[in-house]
């Protein structure tokens, strides 16, 4: 079991910053793809970004490239999102998720623990 617990959510204007942060604890944090996604109510969840086991590689949906930046500590078993020039189509709530699997993904179906989200709003 992994238990997840992310913070760093909240209200921002357009043009603004926010670091999300995502805690894990229960597995073995470097033997772990971590990636972030997120949702709107009514619509499916979506890929952010996601990095793998040693940090070494990460991946990032077109619509956030250039803005966002995620990075990991595994000595604090942490993971952050860094969001910078946030737009409000940045909207929802964004959730941590870790993945046990080999190989690395963008499907939500394959990763194996969530966490309960923060929710982000940008305002224009």
């Known amino acids: 079991q992994v238990q997840l617990v992310e913070s760093g959510g909240g209200l921002v204007q357009a043009g603004g910053s926010l670091r999300l942060s995502c805690e894990a604890s229960g597995r073995t944090f470097s033997m772990l793809h971590m990636g972030w996604f997120r949702q709107i109510p009514g619509k499916e969840r979506e890929f952010v970004s996601v990095?793998?086991?040693?940090?070494?590689?990460?991946d990032y949906a077109d619509s956030v490239k250039g803005r966002f930046t995620m990075s990991r500590d595994n000595a604090k078993n942490t993971i952050y999102l860094q969001m910078n020039s946030l737009k409000p189509e940045d909207t929802a709530v964004y959730f941590c998720?870790?993945?046990?699997?080999?190989?690395?993904?963008?499907?939500?179906?394959?990763?194996?623990?969530w966490g309960q989200g923060t929710q982000v709003t940008v305002s224009s």
């Open positions: 990095i793998t086991r040693t940090g070494g590689f990460t």
């Open positions: 998720t870790a993945d046990t699997h080999m190989y690395w993904s963008r499907s939500p179906s394959t990763y194996d623990y």
